[in-house]
């Protein structure tokens, strides 16, 4: 795969990633200031990507200075601790401390936590999987270590771009996005893809609503006034507002949907929050 100059500032990394429909997670290389945003999956096959598209800007993974992650999932941060091996900087949402903890709280108990899951919503298959391979759930989870927390709303200076942190929970808690005004660019992690939508998952021994979260966060950047978003998938594209109306009626018709579901078995009564933010979102 061949990197992309965006501009004279930003090269856009492709890293593989084989065995996922995506293929890909982009990483974005800030020349000036020898800055990745988010890395790829923890594969050989991903670092080698990694390597030889950086030693087309003659650069090696060593010469990285920091890393800035949009968001904890694995495609995003897979090489980072490579990378802080090498010296480099790991910087992340400051949400990204409070979700670290309640993963590590999770795991503890996360064994127990899936297979209650799976008896409330069925699933007998997947129940015996992992009673099968509990070892996997055995291994002792420690915080990845974040050397800088950024704040919502905060302006960053990395070589030659101003970059504003916008939080942007939903696709996971510590989400952010990260705007450069003067050049009117958008990295949206996997805030807002051009094509697929940003997966939003729910679980029962959390406290939270990630659908009300993640189209809170779409309300936060659909007026941002920009020519260029750079996903963390998919592709590069341009028109971010009515990509994020999309987003809007495809939700609303799902919540539609599981709405007259519920009220078609007899659970009426548990379809009360489902309607909530349904009209919360109808208005919009
Ligand atoms: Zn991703």
């Not at 087309?56 to 694995?74: A, C, G, S």
Request: aromatic share 8%; hydrophobic share 35%.
């Amino acid at each position: 795969m061949n990197p992309e100059k965006i501009n004279e500032s930003i090269v856009q990394l492709k890293i593989p990633m084989s065995r996922n429909p995506l293929g890909k997670t982009f990483s974005y290389l800030l020349l000036e200031s020898k800055t990745l945003i988010d890395t790829g999956v923890p594969t050989e096959e991903a670092y080698q990507g990694l390597k030889d598209q950086l030693a087309e800007y003659n650069l090696k993974p060593q010469d990285i200075e920091r890393v800035i992650i949009t968001h904890l999932h694995n495609d995003h941060i897979g090489i980072v601790e490579t990378l802080r091996d090498y010296g480099a900087e790991i910087w992340a949402g400051a949400a990204a401390k409070t979700r670290q903890e309640q993963m590590v709280k999770e795991w503890e108990n996360l064994y127990e936590n899936t297979l209650r899951e799976l008896d409330l919503f069925g699933g007998q298959e997947y129940r015996n999987n992992i009673t099968r391979n509990r070892y996997v759930f055995k291994s002792d989870v420690k915080p990845m270590p974040i050397d800088r927390y950024l704040q919502d709303g905060e302006k960053i200076t990395v070589g030659d771009l101003e970059l504003k942190v916008i939080w942007t929970p939903g696709h996971s808690y510590e989400h952010i996005c990260l705007l450069n005004q003067a050049q009117r660019i958008l990295f949206s992690g996997d805030h807002v893809l051009p094509k697929i939508t940003s997966h939003v998952a729910l679980y029962s021994y959390r406290n939270h609503d990630p659908l009300n979260e993640y189209l809170t966060s779409l309300h936060k950047v659909e007026d941002i006034d920009v020519d260029t978003i750079l996903p963390g998938h998919e592709w590069i594209f341009h028109d971010l507002k009515p990509r994020i109306e999309q987003l809007y009626r495809h939700h609303r018709n799902r919540l539609d949907e599981m709405k007259a579901t519920l009220e078609d078995c007899a659970l009426k009564t548990n379809s009360e929050n489902i309607k909530e933010t349904g009209e919360r979102w109808r208005l919009r």
